[in-house]
Each structure stands twice: as structure tokens, then as C-alpha cells.
């Protein structure tokens, strides 16, 4: 798995053009708009369902659309209060990863399960991203495992509680296909996992628990809320009297490249990566092309 992941990281940092910015929002919108055909079509036929979902007699056949459209055919028996909240989840999950990866590699990422999902989807006959859209919350709670939810607006747990929660709903869905007898279908949450598993295993197997993984998770926090304050409020650049009573400017993030700030720059995204050696910042120009610290 480690030698997988590293050359997955390879793979992104020379493809830095096999990406689609905002992927989510596509994702997103592309849910809705199947979800309103489903809902408005007559005669009791979910028509956005029946001529976009993954049917692979369908796809041998010349139907090759399929292989695409299945990505935004969502769960079919959600009503539209869960299905708005499964949108806000996708979105608020899917927009943190590419915030922190690049819309490089977050792209590879969700692919990478959109092929897996194809291949289990010829031996099963059909397919759905609903698992793989689920296991994002795996790499998120990975790479912010503090940052605390407020579970039904109340009740604060902290992501990697929740993950666990997570495993454990995947966990049921396994077995419960299996006493079924559905032995295929099983497979369907086991591929979610397995693309999670090809970007995180060697993370997983070096220990979140030690001293420089706790620095690091703290860094990716702050960094996280840091990233939602510019979104809402804009960058703020916060200035103090030093003792020969001038006033200085503070800064947040400086890239470990060029030496750019967050307050030399205010518009310039700033990003740590997860590779390198210690707590290192990088701005947008050089996330994807600097020489990884060890």
C-alpha cells in the first residue's frame, strides 16, 4: 500500500492538469438536476433514473453515456429534507479535500473510486456512488480528526468519532449482504474502502497517535478554520506594537518556496502539505511542484 500511495502522489504531482476545479459543485448540481426528473417524471417512472443510472447490458449495447451519468444519479428513496442534508454533506466534506490536497489530486481521488465502482459495476450489472461519496468522510476525519461536528445542532463529537461510526455503518451493510446472500453486493461498500485505503494506508499504518502526525492534524485544523474565515469574512491581517513602537505586520502562512505571506498577499491560497517532513506551508503556485522535506 505504501509503495501504491507514493506513486499515486507521483501520479498527481505529474498530472497537475488532470483536474476539475469545484469538482463537488458539478457533483452537486448534477444530483439535483437527476433528482428533480426522478421527482416530476409521470407515470410512476423515475426517467432521469431509467436512462442515466449504471446498467451494464445496457452500456454493451452503446448506451457508453452511462458510464459517466451514473455519477449523478442519487439514492432513489430519499426524500427531500435527508436528500438536501446528503448534498450539504457532500459538498461541506468534498470542498475541505480539495482545499487541502488541490483540486489535483482530490480529482484523481474521486475517480479513482468512479473506476472501481465501473469494474464491480460489470460484475454486478449496476452500480452506485452512493459508498464512495460516503468514504470521502474516511479521508476527512484522517486528515482533520479534532475538528468537532455538532451532531443534530447540539451535540458536539469530534470527526474521528464520527468515522468510526462511519466504519461501523459500512461494517453492517457488508454483513448484511452477506446473510442475505448477496455476496456481490458486498463488494459495493468493500471498493469505498479500498479507495480510501490506496491514498491513506501508509498514514494509517505510521500512526496518527505520534507526537509529529498530533502537530500536523493541529496545523491542518487551524488551517481548516483559517481557509472558512477567508471564505466568509475575507483575509484578515492582524498587527501589533512591537517594542520600538512600530507597528508590524503578522502573518498566518508564509510558502516555504517563495516566501509569499498571507499578508504580503492577502488573495493567495496557502496549503501544508502532508508529505513533507514536518510543518511546512506552501502557497498555491508551488502545493503541487515543490521538493517534498524529509
Not at 516555504?256 to 517532513?277: H, I, L, Q, W
Request: proline letters at 3%; charged letters at 15%; hydrophobic letters at 45%.
Amino acid at each position: 500500500m505504501r509503495t501504491i500511495q507514493r506513486w499515486l502522489d507521483r501520479f498527481c504531482l505529474k498530472h497537475p492538469r488532470l483536474s476539475i476545479p469545484g469538482l463537488m459543485r458539478y457533483i452537486i448540481i448534477g444530483n439535483v438536476i437527476v433528482y428533480l426528473l426522478n421527482s416530476f417524471s409521470l407515470g410512476g417512472t423515475a426517467l432521469g433514473s431509467a436512462y442515466l443510472d449504471f446498467d451494464s447490458e445496457a452500456i454493451l449495447h452503446g448506451q457508453v453515456w452511462r458510464l459517466v451519468t451514473f455519477i449523478f444519479v442519487p439514492p432513489s428513496s430519499q426524500n427531500v429534507f435527508f436528500f438536501a442534508i446528503t448534498l450539504y454533506f457532500y459538498y461541506f466534506i468534498g470542498t475541505a479535500l480539495e482545499r487541502e490536497w488541490g483540486s489535483n489530486k482530490f480529482t484523481i481521488f474521486y475517480f479513482f473510486g468512479v473506476l472501481l465502482n465501473i469494474i464491480v459495476g460489470f460484475l454486478l450489472g449496476r452500480a452506485s456512488m452512493y459508498y464512495v461519496n460516503m468514504s470521502m468522510f474516511f479521508a476527512f476525519a484522517t486528515l482533520f480528526p479534532n475538528l468537532q461536528f455538532l451532531l443534530f445542532f447540539i451535540i458536539p463529537v469530534k470527526a474521528k468519532w464520527l468515522a468510526w461510526f462511519d466504519a461501523a455503518y459500512f461494517a453492517f451493510a457488508v454483513v448484511q449482504y452477506l446473510l442475505a446472500g448477496r455476496f456481490l453486493l458486498a463488494l459495493m461498500p468493500i471498493v469505498a474502502v479500498l479507495n480510501y485505503l490506496l491514498f491513506f494506508a501508509s498514514d494509517i499504518f505510521d500512526g496518527f497517535s505520534s507526537a509529529k502526525s498530533r502537530v500536523q492534524n493541529q496545523a491542518r485544523q487551524a488551517k481548516f478554520h483559517s481557509a472558512q474565515g477567508q471564505r466568509y469574512g475575507g483575509p484578515k491581517v492582524v498587527n501589533f506594537h512591537g517594542q520600538s513602537g512600530q507597528t508590524k505586520s503578522q502573518y498566518i502562512h508564509k510558502c516555504a518556496v517563495c516566501g509569499k505571506t498571507d499578508a504580503t498577499d492577502p488573495n493567495m491560497e496557502f496549503r501544508y502539505c502532508s508529505r513533507c517532513n514536518g510543518y511546512y506551508c506552501y502557497c498555491s503556485d508551488h502545493i503541487n511542484s515543490h521538493v517534498h522535506i524529509q
